[in-house]
């Protein structure tokens, strides 16, 4: 093979490699903090959407949201939804501008604004909006002898993809019943669908899933492990973990969602659209118009989106809302 031509070679498998590894770089203008607001898009935009695993519901309506974007702008905007493992993951990656709009459970974006937990320094992340809330699903083999979070010590259990809301909320949850998250549970920081194919194989004991309802991965494990699985309260920890962050609220799975013989006590942690501070307003202004927009076709790709409510979407403090979302939510007479 000549020189010349291995070098071309090279450099096309480098580029190629890049161009496929992660997010999707954002070449839009950036927002300078000022200047009128249109909430139009005037020439072809692409930004990269992070969600979440693909069994669960961040996926879901990310990609439900990045179609609806793309046909109300008639293509001037695209979006490209990626799988990512989700909260912690996808704030790092916003901030690196790998991805310019990421899912978030609301207990790990204040963590960030704020420098805390996983975060060593304040991240420059601003919120479109509050949407629906994530239901903490723990979920035990029947067998195990599991029938509170103490049970859980010495056993298998998921605690969710690395650097995830779910890993946040689990290692949360565990220390609340006053476990080591690292040293009193044998931790398997797995995706959610390598999660739930341990749960039916018997290789996990117990798992954690923070995620919408219904969350299609919970669904078939229900649906395929019928009476070998059972949800556990974790309302007994919800007074612990809200001493440390008051978005870990009490609520309830209801008994029609996974069909259970009755409603499960659990946590709920709100969810925040995130995107970079400096994202281009009108692009931040039309997003958060077409996440409200469009909520009925949202909710077609999982009813989880019937919770993003107008009543809600502002309640994000202490994370600050994009100036472009100020500007849809004012139009959209948001309260």
Same mark, same amino acid.
């Given at each position: ?96 501008? #790998? ?119 919970? &669904? ?55 995107? #970079? ?36 979407? #502002?309640? &994000? ?19």
């Amino acid at each position: 093979m000549r020189p010349h031509l291995t070098i071309v070679g090279l450099l096309i498998v480098a580029v190629a490699g890049s161009a496929a590894c992660g997010g999707q770089r954002n070449n839009n203008r950036r927002d300078t903090g000022s200047g009128d607001i249109t909430c139009e898009i005037t020439n072809d935009s692409r930004i990269g959407l992070a969600t979440g695993n693909t069994t669960g519901v961040y996926y879901a309506i990310g990609n439900a949201l990045a179609e609806q974007v793309a046909s109300k702008t008639g293509g001037k905007l695209r979006v490209t939804a990626a799988e990512t493992g989700a909260s912690v993951q996808n704030i790092e990656q916003l901030v690196a501008d #790998r991805y310019q709009v990421a899912f978030s459970l609301f207990d790990t974006a204040t963590d960030a604004v704020n420098g805390k937990g996983s975060f060593t320094s304040p991240q420059k992340v601003q919120a479109l909006a509050r949407i629906y809330d994530n239901y903490t699903h723990v979920v035990v083999r029947a067998d195990a002898g599991i029938n509170s979070v103490a049970d859980m010590k010495g056993k298998r259990v998921s605690t969710g993809s690395p650097k995830s809301g779910t890993e946040v909320i689990a290692q949360r949850v565990l220390q609340a019943a006053g476990l080591n998250p690292d040293s009193d549970v044998q931790p398997q920081r797995l995706d959610l669908t390598k999660t739930v194919d341990g749960m039916k194989a018997g290789t996990i004991d117990a798992m954690f899933f923070s995620g919408g309802l219904p969350t299609p991965g919970i &669904t078939d494990l229900f649906t395929t492990s019928a009476g070998k699985v059972k949800f556990i309260d974790i309302t007994p920890q919800q007074p612990k973990m809200a001493e440390g962050n008051p978005a870990y609220q009490r609520a309830e799975i209801p008994a029609t969602t996974y069909k259970t013989a009755a409603a499960v006590p659990t946590i709920v942690v709100p969810n925040v659209l995130l995107v #970079r501070d400096d994202l281009d307003a009108n692009i931040a202004c039309t997003l958060t118009k077409v996440l409200f927009d469009t909520k009925s076709e949202l909710a077609k790709a999982n009813a989880a989106a019937n919770g993003i409510s107008l009543d809600t979407a #502002r309640k &994000t403090d202490p994370v600050t809302i994009h100036r472009g979302a100020k500007k849809a939510l004012d139009d959209l007479g948001a309260k």
